[in-house]
């Protein structure tokens, strides 16, 4: 699948800077997930995409049905732009406070983990939710939805972009 990439999904590097400033008391622009939710949240996506968390036979059927064009219209849109509070997949979904802050920089090594895992993926990717993808397919999409949920937390170079209403 040749698909574009929209120039604001951030590399690998920045990705993992921003995680790294992260803090357990770093405040939310928006949404209702506090910073250790939010990490958790990432980590068990990226889980997903290594095969490691494994979601429901329905789930996995409608991403393979919709997988085109649903990664061709997520690496057109910057994370940025993404919309707001959209329903997540039950095993994704944490609530604030449900996330006991002192497990917070375990966590953050096992996302950072995850990262570099996805990071080295090269070629065509077995993908366990969209099936055969090229890799770099694969490794936007997930640095799309780390960024989305880091430009919650004001970690990427938001100076530049104020918080939309």
Not at 72 to 99: E, F, H, N, V
Request: hydrophobic share 40%.
């Amino acid at each position: 699948m040749s698909t574009p990439i929209h120039p604001d999904i951030p590399d690998a590097a920045a990705i993992r800077s921003a995680f790294e400033r992260l803090a357990p008391d770093t405040p939310s622009r928006w949404g209702t997930m506090d910073a250790p939710a939010m990490l958790e949240h990432c980590l068990r996506f990226n889980e997903v995409y290594l095969g490691r968390r494994r979601s429901a036979w329905l789930v996995r059927l409608l991403a393979r049905v919709f997988a085109g064009p649903f990664l061709r219209k997520a690496l057109r849109t910057s994370p940025r732009d993404m919309k707001r509070g959209i329903r997540t997949l039950p095993s994704l979904r944490i609530d604030p406070g449900s996330i006991d802050a002192s497990a917070f920089e375990a966590t953050r090594s096992r996302l950072l983990s995850t990262l570099d895992k996805i990071d080295a993926v090269q070629g065509e990717w077995n993908h366990p939710l969209y099936g055969r993808i090229d890799a770099a397919v694969g490794k936007a999409v997930a640095r799309h939805h780390a960024a989305h949920h880091l430009h919650q937390f004001g970690l990427l170079g938001e100076a530049h972009h104020p918080p939309r209403p």
